[in-house]
Every structure is written in C-alpha cells, then in structure tokens.
T-cell receptor, first 115, second 113 residues
C-alpha cells in the first residue's frame, strides 16, 4: 500500500534550535511526497513537495525537507524554530493505484516550540 | 479571492438526523476530497471525486454520501447510519496531476448532541 508513517507523536524543541519532523514512506513506483501544517481548528496549509530532482526541497516559512531514497524518508526541517511554528504537521503521499489519485496522510506530529 | 470554502464552521446534529456539509471551490480544480479528522488518527479519506458526476469511496465511506453535480461543489451528507459522526471534517481540492498539492478548506466541526 502507498503510505507514510510519522513515528513520533510530539516533538518538543527550544526556540532558536533546529527542528526536525520525521516521515518515512512506503510506495511502489515513484514517490510523490508532501508536507502540510495545521493550526488549531483550521484547515491544512501546504508547505512543500517532492516530485523529482534535488533531494533538498525548500518550502514556505523557512521550512525544507530532505528526500532520502535509501532510507525511504522525507524529513521536514527548519534551521531555527520559532514559537509560532507550534502546530500539527502532516506528511502525505500521492496514491495512484488502480487509476485513482488519492492523497494519503500520516497521523501527524504535534510540534511544541518552547520559548 | 480564490479558494475553497466550507460551511458551516460548526454544526450540531441530533442523533438520527442527516446533515449536509457544504464545500465550494473556485480554483477550477477537477479533483475534490473529503477527510475526517479525529485526535491522534490523522486524516482519513471518506470520498473523493476526480471529475464531475463521478466519485469513489475512500477508506471510511460507510454512513456518508456525496454528490458531484458541479465542478465547484462537493457536498458531504452524514447520514444517521454513521455511528460516530462527531469529528472535524475537511474538504480539499487539487488538479489531477501527480505532482499537484491539495488545497484545504477551514473545516467543519460536527457534534452530535
């Protein structure tokens, strides 16, 4: 099955420190991977995507993600976390099986940035 | 202003009633999706549609129904057959290419009273 896994429930980081949110994927064929952020009682906002090409993808709000084929990972990173980065983060993968076009999400990671 | 609009933001339903959640987009997207979000379970796909007058069941379609009569609109009906309907419902749309991201509405929080 096309799926992503986010192994940690919550990530705590001090303001100004590097932030990493982990995601591993399981796909047959080429992976099409996405990161989204969700603030309380709001919809999801797109951050970045990997389709092909450079393994380091840059996105919105200073976020970037590193695609690693050998480790089947697509970790989200930010060099210096802000308190306003506290939110729920979702990794997602395009599922193109059987001629369909679905977007499958991980369970999400709560990020808490401590002032 | 382009975007995707869900209404209402909050909805209360009595047990045994059907309710319909609205989702409208003016992004000219062919594909539309409905997800259900519960704490600790991420987003689960209810139904999706890749083109007008066509839709497919997602992973948790039981107790829900949809229609796609217009490109802009993809309403979701939560029927009385849905045993545990209290949740946050998210609608999304995208173009149909593999490299396209989805855009989300602000969500509808449904509570059964």
């Amino acid at each position: 099955a096309q799926s992503v896994a986010q192994p940690e429930d919550q990530v705590n980081v001090a303001e100004g420190n590097p932030l990493t949110v982990k995601c591993t994927y399981s796909v047959s064929g080429n992976p099409y991977l996405f990161w989204y952020v969700q603030y309380p009682n709001r919809g999801l906002q797109f951050l970045l995507k990997y389709i092909t090409g450079d393994n380091l993808v840059k996105g919105s709000y200073g976020f970037e993600a590193e695609f690693n084929k050998s480790q089947t990972s697509f970790h989200l990173k930010k060099p210096s976390a802000l308190v306003s980065d506290s939110a729920l983060y979702f990794c997602a993968v395009r599922d193109m099986r059987h001629g369909n076009n679905r977007l499958a999400f991980g369970k999400g990671n709560q990020v808490v940035v401590i002032p | 202003d382009g975007g995707i609009t869900q209404s209402p933001k909050y909805l209360f339903r009595k047990e045994g009633q059907n309710v319909t959640l609205s989702c409208e987009q003016n992004l000219n997207h062919d594909a539309m999706y409905w997800y259900r979000q519960d704490p600790g379970q991420g987003l689960r796909l209810i139904y999706y549609s890749q083109i007008v007058n066509d839709f497919q069941k997602g992973d948790i379609a039981e107790g829900y129904s949809v229609s796609r009569e217009k490109k802009e609109s993809f309403p979701l009906t939560v029927t009385s057959a849905q045993k545990n309907p209290t949740a946050f419902y998210l609608c999304a749309s995208s173009m149909t290419g593999v490299n396209t991201e989805a855009f989300f509405g602000q969500g509808t929080r449904l509570t059964v009273v």
